[in-house]
């Protein structure tokens, strides 16, 4: 039975890489699936994985509202998105702007 081990293993690291790529703002289901089939290595990696709250982001040029830099529709208004030159800045400092 000792691959009904590694499998609750891997069921196990994929359920936390899931949690911790859920925390931050990635698929729960893409990070449970790199987490089990990688065990630790996954795991290390949804650890390591950038917040998507720190991201880049930019205004979109339609309805002025702040999107991530890397979408190619606007969530709110429906306008496409060209590929920015300049990375405005992240959420974290547009926060500390405004305050
Ligand atoms: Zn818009």
Redesign the pocket.
């Known amino acids: 039975m000792a691959d009904m081990g590694l499998l609750v293993i891997m069921f196990f690291f994929g359920l936390a890489g899931g949690i911790v790529g859920r925390m931050k703002g990635s698929s729960f289901f893409l990070w449970f699936l790199v987490s089990g089939l990688i065990p630790f290595f996954g795991l290390l990696a949804a650890v390591c994985y950038r917040w998507e709250d720190r991201e880049l982001r930019r205004q979109?040029p339609?309805?002025?509202?702040v999107?991530k830099l890397h979408d190619a529709l606007?969530i709110?208004?429906?306008?496409e998105l060209e590929y920015p030159d300049v990375a405005i800045a992240s959420e974290a400092s547009m926060r500390e702007r405004a305050a």
């Open positions: 979109c339609g309805c002025g509202r999107v606007c709110s208004c429906g306008t």
